[in-house]
Every structure is written in C-alpha cells, then in structure tokens.
C-alpha cells in the first residue's frame, strides 16, 4: 500500500509541476513588467527542478512519468489565451497565474489526503511543491 500510494502522489505532483512550467511557458512572452517576468522565471526553474527530483524518485520506483490530463491542458490554454486575448495587461497574466496556483494548491492537498499511505519522502514533495505554488500566489497579488 505504501508502495503504491507513493507512486501515485509522485505521479501527481509530476503532473502538476509539468502543468505550472507549461503555464508559465504559455504566458511568459506576454508579459511586459521585468520584475513579474522574472518572478515567474525563477518560479518555473523551481517547478522544473522539483520536477527532477520527482522524476528520481520514480524511477527509483521504476514507475513512468505523468503528464497533465490533455483536457486540462487544453482548458487551460483556451482560458489563457482567451483571456489575454481580450486584454494584454500583466494583471491579467497575474490572474491566471493565480488561477492555476489556487487549483494546483487544492488538488494536491486532495492528493495527499487520497494517498495517506505514501512514504514521509513523496509527502515531502508534496509539501515543497504546495509551497512553491503558495508563494508564486502570494508574490502575485501585487500585480492584480
């Protein structure tokens, strides 16, 4: 069981650190502010090198990768561009942004609560991974 759950928590913080760096790829050229754009730059080197070390351990599980469901890529790149479609403004990237950060930080904590039997190293993970999107959700509010 706790094979298993560990497996499945990995795989889900997999996905949803491929989702934040694909969001963030998605609106990074549409943002005019330096200071967003770099916050948001060092926010993606943190979901990607999470993302590695999420990638480790499942291979120490000899388990594959996830990747995001295609409908939540897809819903997502239709609400971003539609959005920023009607109006270019920062505070509309913040917003997204901000969006996506509120529903990674919901999802996964309904994960942790799914796999309660996964080892303290996946829950760790987990956590790091909750925090990051935590605090990207925190520093954004200034552009809004």
Known sequence: MEKDDTIYLLKECDA????????????????????????????????????????????????????PSAMAKSMSWLKTNMKVGMDHSDATVADLVTDGCNMGVKTLNKYMNQYPAANQTAKDICNRLIGIEEELCKELRRYL
């Open 16 to 67: 949803g650190s491929k989702m934040a760096v694909a969001t963030i790829d998605e609106v990074l050229e549409k943002i005019q502010d330096s200071k967003l754009k770099q916050l948001l730059s060092e926010s993606k080197d943190h979901h990607e090198k999470l993302g590695n070390e999420i990638h480790s351990q499942l291979i120490q599980y000899q388990s594959e990768e996830k990747d």
